[in-house]
């Protein structure tokens, strides 16, 4: 069984600095790993994924993601958040050759103006 | 453009009644999926399918149930049963095999309070 651990709950920060939201996940296989965004009474929408290849991952509204294998981490960055960037966003592990992913518990982000 | 409909957005019922929620796609996926997402428990799997008339469950199915009849449409029955089913319901599809490692492509949710 794989498992996601999302370490903070929530993250407030100001305007125009950099965030960091972190993600540490643990599985028995290889995965794929994945960063959703959810605005208020919404969807999920996918801001990136790792499958393979290069570690460094870079997504929509210029979020990164780098995956670490040895710490089994991939946490998410923006060197510059915006207002608009308040959300939350999930974390999610998809082991190969399964169907089904897995998610951790999100992480508040609050730009603060 | 292609996508996935939940209906209704907000769904009120009385305790004690069975409640089905609609969820529909027409994105051509083989794989859709029952989250239920509770604040500050993140989404929790209900139950998902590979492909029409099969099924599987999750880690929460106890207290519902879904049918896969056809490929675009995967309704999820909230019965009686569940104890505690005013959530956020969330309907997810995405591709299989050649595109295994795709990701889930979201509706918009529907909100059930159960009073």
């Known amino acids: 069984a794989q498992s996601v651990t999302q370490l903070d709950s929530q993250v407030p920060v100001f305007e125009e600095a950099p965030v960091e939201l972190r993600c540490n996940y643990s599985?028995?296989?290889?995965?794929?790993l994945f960063w959703y965004v959810q605005y208020p009474n919404q969807g999920l929408q996918l801001l990136l994924k790792?499958?393979?290849?290069?570690?460094l991952v870079k997504g929509i509204n210029g979020f990164e993601a780098e995956f670490n294998k040895s710490q089994t981490s991939f946490h998410l960055r923006k060197p510059s958040v915006h207002i608009s960037d308040t959300a939350e966003y999930f974390c999610?592990?998809?082991?190969?050759?399964?169907?089904?992913?897995?998610f951790g518990i999100g992480t508040k982000l609050q730009v603060i103006p | 453009d292609g996508g996935i409909t939940q209906s209704p957005k907000y769904l009120f019922r009385k305790e004690g009644q069975n409640v089905t929620l609609s969820c529909e796609q027409n994105?051509?996926?083989?794989?859709m999926y029952w989250y239920r997402q509770d604040p500050g428990q993140g989404l929790r799997l209900i139950y998902y399918?590979?492909?029409?008339?099969?099924?599987q469950k999750g880690d929460i199915a106890e207290g519902y149930s879904v049918s896969r009849e056809k490929k675009e449409s995967f309704p999820l029955t909230v019965t009686s049963a569940q104890k505690n089913p005013t959530a956020f319901y969330l309907c997810?599809?995405?591709?299989?095999?050649?595109?295994?490692?795709?990701?889930?492509?979201f509706g918009n949710g529907t909100r059930l309070t159960v009073t």
């Open positions: 997810a599809s995405s591709t299989v095999g050649a595109g295994e490692n795709s990701p889930l492509h």
């Open positions: 599985s028995s296989v290889s995965v794929y």
């Open positions: 790792y499958l393979s290849g290069s570690t």
């Open positions: 999610a592990v998809k082991p190969g050759g399964y169907q089904k992913v897995t």
């Open positions: 994105l051509n996926h083989d794989a």
């Open positions: 399918s590979q492909i029409v008339n099969d099924f």
